[in-house]
């Protein structure tokens, strides 16, 4: 698997890819705009995904199988904050073709290590639905502890949801800490 920054080529590949997955990634996601799935909203992506790179404030990729090239889904790395906290948000997709097949777990080991090792920050979060239990065990495996709920945290399909909070500390002792 190989990540990369998203590109203008990638439009046709992740609106089939989302498209294909909607049933399966809509109960999990804020509700799409009704132009989530064109051309210029893609457009846009691409130029937040290479902009906020380029700022530090985001690192935006697209998961790739190296043998194809085909896309499998997406991870971002956001809200990158400096200074004290030294910290970011983690979210991620894939597409339903492609779950539980472990690339997902590769992705979040590979941007974690990028960003203790590279990035120096020292806490990664993320949060998933308190019933969406292959993502909270995706990231139990991945080495994130559970830390709590957040109530009413997101807009998940048009409602606000509570959430299960996670992270992963870049010198954890915690062990593992059940919720």
């Known amino acids: 698997m190989l990540l990369r920054l998203p590109q ?8 089939a890819l989302r498209q294909g997955s909607a049933a399966f990634l809509r109960p ?26 380029g700022q530090g404030s985001a690192l935006a990729l697209f998961l790739t199988r190296k ?9 971002t790395m ?6 004290p906290s030294q910290s970011a948000t983690l979210g991620y997709w894939v597409g339903e073709a492609h779950a539980r097949q472990g690339y997902m777990r590769e992705a979040i080991v590979a941007v974690t290590h990028y960003a203790f090792r ?10 998933c639905l308190e019933e969406n239990r292959a993502s909270r065990g995706l ?41």
């Open 139 to 179: 990231l139990e495996r991945a080495g994130f502890k559970y830390e709590g709920v957040a109530q009413s945290y997101l807009q998940i399909a048009g409602r606000w949801r509570n959430h299960v909070l996670y992270a992963m500390l870049r010198s954890d002792r915690r062990g593992r800490v059940d919720g």
């Open 67 to 75: 043998a194809d090239d085909a896309l499998i889904g997406a991870i």
């Open 78 to 83: 956001d809200n990158i904050r400096r200074g």
């Open 118 to 127: 590279r990035l120096d920050l020292s806490r990664i979060e993320a949060a």
């Open 8 to 15: 203008h080529g990638d439009y046709r590949a992740w609106v």
């Open 28 to 53: 999990w996601e804020p509700e799409w705009a009704p132009d989530h799935l064109n051309r210029r909203s893609f457009t846009n992506r691409v130029y937040w995904a290479s902009r906020s790179y």
